[in-house]
Protein backbone atom coordinates (compact mmCIF):
# COMPACT_ATOMS: atom_id res chain seq x y z
CA UNK A 1 0.00 0.00 0.00
CA UNK A 2 1.72 3.41 -1.30
CA UNK A 3 -0.80 5.76 0.06
CA UNK A 4 -1.60 7.13 3.50
CA UNK A 5 -4.18 10.17 4.47
CA UNK A 6 -2.82 13.41 6.45
CA UNK A 7 -4.83 15.91 8.58
CA UNK A 8 -4.48 19.30 6.76
CA UNK A 9 -6.23 23.07 8.80
CA UNK A 10 -7.27 25.62 7.56
CA UNK A 11 -3.56 27.48 8.51
CA UNK A 12 -1.84 24.67 6.21
CA UNK A 13 -0.59 23.41 9.10
CA UNK A 14 -0.81 19.32 9.29
CA UNK A 15 -1.77 17.36 12.41
CA UNK A 16 1.42 15.75 13.91
CA UNK A 17 1.71 12.80 15.83
CA UNK A 18 2.04 14.54 19.10
CA UNK A 19 -1.66 16.21 18.72
CA UNK A 20 0.42 19.53 17.34
CA UNK A 21 -0.12 21.44 14.31
CA UNK A 22 3.45 20.90 12.63
CA UNK A 23 4.47 22.63 9.57
CA UNK A 24 5.10 19.18 7.56
CA UNK A 25 8.66 19.85 6.80
CA UNK A 26 9.84 17.25 8.91
CA UNK A 27 7.41 14.24 7.33
CA UNK A 28 8.14 11.97 10.53
CA UNK A 29 5.98 14.29 12.61
CA UNK A 30 2.67 14.22 10.46
CA UNK A 31 -0.01 12.09 11.70
CA UNK A 32 -0.30 9.41 9.16
CA UNK A 33 -2.57 7.17 9.02
CA UNK A 34 -3.28 3.86 5.78
CA UNK A 35 -7.22 3.33 6.64
CA UNK A 36 -9.78 6.83 5.33
CA UNK A 37 -11.84 6.24 8.64
CA UNK A 38 -9.38 6.90 11.13
CA UNK A 39 -8.20 9.89 9.62
CA UNK A 40 -12.29 10.85 9.25
CA UNK A 41 -12.28 9.98 13.01
CA UNK A 42 -9.13 12.08 14.12
CA UNK A 43 -10.48 14.73 12.15
CA UNK A 44 -14.06 14.80 13.95
CA UNK A 45 -12.42 14.26 17.56
CA UNK A 46 -10.12 17.67 16.53
CA UNK A 47 -13.10 19.82 15.58
CA UNK A 48 -15.27 18.52 18.05
CA UNK A 49 -12.61 19.59 20.84
CA UNK A 50 -11.98 23.10 18.62
CA UNK A 51 -14.96 24.15 16.72
CA UNK A 52 -13.09 27.11 14.87
CA UNK A 53 -10.44 24.48 13.33
CA UNK A 54 -11.21 23.55 9.72
CA UNK A 55 -10.00 20.30 8.81
CA UNK A 56 -9.48 18.12 5.95
CA UNK A 57 -8.31 15.26 5.13
CA UNK A 58 -5.79 14.80 2.30
CA UNK A 59 -3.91 11.74 0.28
CA UNK A 60 -0.47 11.24 -0.31
CA UNK A 61 1.61 9.20 -1.67
CA UNK A 62 4.59 7.15 0.28
CA UNK A 63 8.28 7.38 -0.21
CA UNK A 64 10.60 4.46 0.34
CA UNK A 65 10.76 5.03 4.14
CA UNK A 66 7.17 4.93 4.60
CA UNK A 67 6.68 8.92 4.43
CA UNK A 68 4.20 10.36 3.11
CA UNK A 69 5.71 12.74 0.38
CA UNK A 70 3.61 16.11 0.88
CA UNK A 71 3.22 18.16 -2.24
CA UNK A 72 4.93 21.56 -2.70
CA UNK A 73 1.76 23.87 -3.39
CA UNK A 74 0.02 22.54 0.02
CA UNK A 75 3.07 23.44 2.02
CA UNK A 76 2.54 26.19 4.86
CA UNK A 77 5.93 28.83 5.95
CA UNK A 78 8.16 27.33 8.15
CA UNK A 79 7.20 27.35 11.89
CA UNK A 80 9.78 29.33 13.77
CA UNK A 81 11.97 26.92 15.77
CA UNK A 82 11.06 26.89 19.63
CA UNK A 83 14.34 28.03 21.97
CA UNK A 84 16.10 25.10 23.03
CA UNK A 85 15.57 23.78 26.25
CA UNK A 86 18.90 23.57 28.86
CA UNK A 87 20.79 20.87 29.62
CA UNK A 88 20.50 18.65 32.70
CA UNK A 89 23.13 20.05 35.06
CA UNK A 90 23.65 23.50 34.13
CA UNK A 91 23.03 26.67 36.69
CA UNK A 92 20.40 28.74 35.53
CA UNK A 93 20.97 31.64 37.65
CA UNK A 94 24.63 31.96 36.75
CA UNK A 95 23.64 34.68 34.49
CA UNK A 96 21.25 35.96 36.87
CA UNK A 97 24.32 36.02 39.60
CA UNK A 98 26.57 37.31 36.98
CA UNK A 99 24.34 40.45 36.66
CA UNK A 100 23.80 40.98 40.72
CA UNK A 101 27.38 40.91 41.31
CA UNK A 102 27.87 44.42 38.99
CA UNK A 103 24.60 45.88 40.53
CA UNK A 104 26.20 45.32 44.39
CA UNK A 105 29.67 47.41 43.50
CA UNK A 106 27.15 51.16 44.17
CA UNK A 107 27.45 51.30 47.90
CA UNK A 108 23.63 52.00 49.06
CA UNK A 109 22.34 54.69 50.99
CA UNK A 110 21.91 53.84 55.10
CA UNK A 111 18.26 54.21 55.80
CA UNK A 112 18.18 55.75 59.68
CA UNK A 113 14.68 55.59 61.12
CA UNK A 114 13.85 57.58 64.36
CA UNK A 115 11.75 56.25 66.76
CA UNK A 116 9.41 59.93 67.03
CA UNK A 117 5.94 60.10 65.97
CA UNK A 118 7.50 62.69 63.58
CA UNK A 119 9.90 61.93 60.51
CA UNK A 120 12.55 65.22 59.66
CA UNK A 121 12.24 65.37 55.48
CA UNK A 122 15.88 66.43 54.51
CA UNK A 123 15.07 70.59 54.98
CA UNK A 124 14.80 70.10 58.71
CA UNK A 125 11.38 70.34 59.02
CA UNK A 126 8.85 67.95 60.36
CA UNK A 127 6.16 66.13 58.44
CA UNK A 128 3.26 64.46 60.85
CA UNK A 129 2.96 60.43 60.16
CA UNK A 130 -0.15 59.17 57.82
CA UNK A 131 -2.19 56.65 59.41
Not at 1 to 17: A, R, V
Not at 41 to 57: A, G, H, L, P, W
Not at 67 to 83: F, V
Not at 92 to 110: G, K
Amino acid sequence: MNQTFILQNHDKLFFGKNKEWVDGYDANAVYKTPHKDEAVNQMFEITSKDYKQRVKVISCELNEKALPIIESDIMPAPLPKAPKQPKAGTDLFAEAETETAEADDEPEEELVFSPDSEAADDSGETQATLI
